[in-house]
């Protein structure tokens, strides 16, 4: 199985801060990475696929990357509403494995 | 709008099978690969099967393997994922999603609770 490598853990950060989460792939998976915001108590939510494509309705400031087996998604000035769990899950082949998860807290 | 929509909180007893269901909605159900994921409380999330709805083809985790069961009813739009010998460490919440670009509608979650 394809190992998906999340960090930090945990964020604390301010709202208007920029920030940046890092999952890393234990083998290549080109750019078949998604992220996904879940709130408490609610399913997890798309924000971007194909490593780098917004989804739908997802704010601008929100943004992925890659560098080889490294994946970044930076959220450029903090709102209120994004402080959440924030989840990376590569989909290149089965099984479909996600990162640890990185809980976005409010310093 | 595509909506999925599970089937509500179970309580089982250990050695017990569970039966979530996933009707969707608001799209053609057999275009899209519907993939089934869970998350025990304070845990991350873990990708456990997919299904065809189309073909009815399946296939899960290895640690699953032998346990669970993903089938359809394609004239109500709906998939279902059995899991079989529930053990306490099963006890999670169960979410179905529509493999779209990527894991793109999900269902609110089925909680199933393993309790003696």
């Known amino acids: 199985d394809i190992q998906m490598t999340q960090s930090p853990s945990t964020l604390s950060a301010s709202v208007g801060d920029r920030v940046s989460i890092t999952c890393r792939a234990s083998q290549e998976i080109y750019t078949w990475l998604a992220w996904f915001q879940q709130e408490p108590g609610k399913a997890p939510n798309l924000l971007i696929y194909q490593a780098s494509t917004l989804q739908s309705g997802v704010p601008s400031r929100f943004s992925g990357s890659r560098s080889g087996t490294e994946f970044t998604l930076t959220i450029s000035s903090l709102q209120p509403e994004d402080f959440a769990t924030y989840h990376c899950?590569?989909?290149?082949?089965?099984?479909?494995?996600f990162g640890q998860g990185t809980k976005l807290e409010i310093k | 709008q595509v909506q999925l929509v599970q089937s509500g909180a179970e309580v089982k007893k250990p050695g017990a099978s569970v039966k979530v269901s996933c009707e969707a909605s608001g799209y053609t159900f057999s275009d899209y690969d519907i993939i089934w994921v869970r998350q025990a409380t304070g845990q991350g999330l873990e990708w456990m099967g997919w299904?065809?709805?189309?073909?009815?083809?399946?296939g899960s985790a290895q640690r699953f393997q032998g346990r669970i069961t993903m089938t359809r009813e394609t004239s109500i739009s709906t998939a279902y994922m059995e899991l079989r010998s529930l053990r306490s460490e099963d006890s999670a919440v169960y979410y179905c999603a529509r493999q779209g670009q990527s894991s793109d509608h999900w269902g609110q979650g089925t909680l199933v609770t393993v309790s003696s």
């Open positions: 299904m065809s709805p189309s073909s009815g083809s399946s």
């Open positions: 899950q590569q989909y290149f082949t089965y099984p479909y494995t």
